[in-house]
């Protein structure tokens, strides 16, 4: 089984800083993929990136990027130019690229990783 | 992201009375699945379902929990007898697929259940 480790419970950074958080994991499988995923306090979860396990180039989205180490099974999170709206709950998640119909798409949590943000 | 509404979005229920939480995709959807949050502590799988099956589920589903597509658009999840340690948010998640990102896994707002 595989599973998902956010070593940081709570992280906090001045506003316009950058912040990385971390995340590993353990799989026996080669192919996969690895999310980061925001929960703001309404506890919304909301989808902040993804990476293919297959692709070696990191995942970015704005202000968001990712350091994939395969090898290392670590998939951290920069948040750059942090903002006051990005303080929330942060969870790394890890799903199978294997294909078994609807359970493929199940995803496993890491437990989070709290981001605060000082003004 | 794709919108996924669920109802309640939060209910106070007493121990032992039955509870169904709802999802609503805006669009059709094949792949359907329900996570659990307790407060505090990290989401858990606890079923997904396909083509009005159940395909899989977790150890956390046991007989108490129930899913259903009763109109082909609600999906629904029963809790037939609440226990307080059912006290959690409970997601609906659906799986859409574009050409940038592929199949992505998208959840809704959450329903969040009390059970006193």
């Known amino acids: 089984a595989q599973t998902v480790t956010q070593s940081q419970p709570e992280m906090s950074v001045q506003e316009a800083e950058t912040v990385t958080l971390s995340c590993t994991y353990d799989t026996s499988e080669s192919d996969y993929y690895l999310f980061w995923y925001k929960q703001p306090p309404s506890r919304q979860m909301i989808l902040v990136i993804r990476?293919?396990?297959?692709?070696?180039q990191n995942a970015t989205e704005n202000r968001f990027s990712v350091n994939f180490q395969k090898a290392a099974k670590s998939f951290s999170l920069k948040i750059s130019d942090s903002q006051l709206g990005d303080a929330a709950m942060y969870f790394c998640a890890y799903r199978s690229a294997a294909y078994s119909g609807a359970g493929s798409y199940q995803l496993t949590f890491g437990k989070g990783t709290k981001l605060s943000v000082i003004p | 992201e794709p919108e996924v509404t669920q109802t309640p979005s939060h209910q106070v229920t007493q121990m032992g009375q039955e509870v169904i939480l709802r999802c609503v995709p805006i669009s059709n959807h094949l792949y359907f699945y329900w996570y659990r949050q307790i407060l505090g502590q990290k989401v858990e799988f606890l079923v997904s379902?396909?083509?009005?099956?159940?395909?899989?589920k977790s150890e956390i589903f046991d007989d108490q929990f129930s899913v259903e597509r009763p109109d082909g658009s609600n999906f629904t999840l029963k809790i037939r007898s609440t226990k307080l340690e059912d006290s959690a948010m409970y997601f609906c998640?659906?799986?859409?697929?574009?050409?940038?990102?592929?199949?992505?896994?998208?959840f809704g707002e959450g329903s969040w259940l009390t059970v006193v």
């Open positions: 998640a659906i799986v859409v697929w574009d050409i940038r990102s592929g199949n992505t896994i998208y």
């Open positions: 379902f396909y083509n009005n099956e159940i395909s899989e």
């Open positions: 990476q293919e396990a297959y692709k070696q």
